[in-house]
């Protein structure tokens, strides 16, 4: 069983910022396009930002120029930096590891409240 494991998360006040981390298995990790993904209460999952296994970035319109994503190949790690928090971005975050015709793993979430 292929284990994500997303942390980071937590309350912040509008305007503040937040680092989310996720390991994922090494035996996966360097070949899998990363991302992260976030569910609001009442709404679809989303794409917040996506790296690919080449270093490739693509983010979603709403998140674009405040939140950045990573990835540490030799740590195994993707990271996404958020910056400028809006009380819309407010979600459980996922971590997912993905490749073509090959894997499709989640994590389980980690939540971030942005709230005065």
């Known amino acids: 069983q292929v284990q994500l494991v997303e942390s980071g998360g937590g309350l912040v006040q509008p305007g503040g910022s937040l680092r989310l981390s996720c390991v994922a298995p090494?035996?996966?990790?360097?070949?899998?396009?990363m991302g992260w993904y976030r569910q609001a209460p009442g709404k679809q999952r989303e794409l917040v930002a996506v790296i690919t296994s080449r270093g490739s970035t693509n983010y979603a319109d709403s998140v674009k120029g405040r939140f950045t994503i990573s990835r540490d190949n030799a740590k195994n790690m993707v990271y996404l930096q958020m910056n400028s928090l809006k009380p819309e971005d407010t979600a459980v975050y996922y971590c997912?590891?993905?490749?073509?015709?090959?894997?499709?793993?989640w994590g389980k979430g980690t939540l971030v409240t942005v709230s005065v």
């Open positions: 090494g035996t996966i990790f360097s070949i899998s396009n």
């Open positions: 997912n590891a993905n490749r073509v015709f090959g894997w499709d793993y």
